[in-house]
């Protein structure tokens, strides 16, 4: 077995238990810095998986701008509440993006702990990307205060 099969059968796994865990959880992705899908639970075809991937890499920069004019520090989620659900978008220190959806119905304070476990444990599953130096330099993804 290649190492990214390992990491595709780990991320699906967890991505799957993370869905299964949180009652009202609909579904989650992964997707790479630039919005590839790296990974998703169940339920997730191909048709979505495109809306997702350019609707939450819109999310992620539009999060980071907002952490950078705020200086606020470095973006950790992005929540949008809308009537029937809410969506999560985490970002994950190798720079990957979390989306979760869930129900509204959902305990939100249970899904934002769960989804910061995940986010904890993510980079087992993922591969490394290198962030351009600019980047890596200002904080502008990741833990605060982390370098290379």
């Known amino acids: 077995m290649t190492p990214s099969v390992v990491i ?10 993370l869905v ?5 959880a ?3 992705v992964v997707l790479s810095p ?9 339920g997730v075809d191909d048709a979505l998986a495109r809306q997702l991937s350019g609707m939450v890499a819109g999310l992620e920069a ?16 992005v929540v949008v509440q809308m009537w029937r659900s809410f969506l999560f978008v985490a ?8 989306a979760v959806r869930m129900g509204g119905d959902t305990e939100v304070g249970d ?7 995940f986010v ?3 980079e087992r599953y993922l591969p490394v990307y290198l962030a351009p130096v600019r980047a890596a330099t200002s904080g502008e993804r990741g833990a605060p205060g982390r370098r290379p």
């Open 62 to 77: 539009l999060g980071l701008a907002a952490a950078r004019v705020c200086v606020g520090g470095a973006l950790r989620q």
């Open 111 to 117: 899904m934002a702990y769960e989804v910061a476990l």
């Open 91 to 98: 970002t994950i220190r190798s720079g990957a993006i979390l």
């Open 34 to 42: 630039d919005g590839l899908l790296l990974g998703a639970s169940p």
């Open 120 to 122: 904890a444990r993510a």
């Open 26 to 28: 609909r579904f989650a």
């Open 20 to 24: 299964d865990r949180v009652d009202g």
């Open 8 to 17: 595709a059968d780990g991320l699906t796994d967890a991505l799957t238990d």
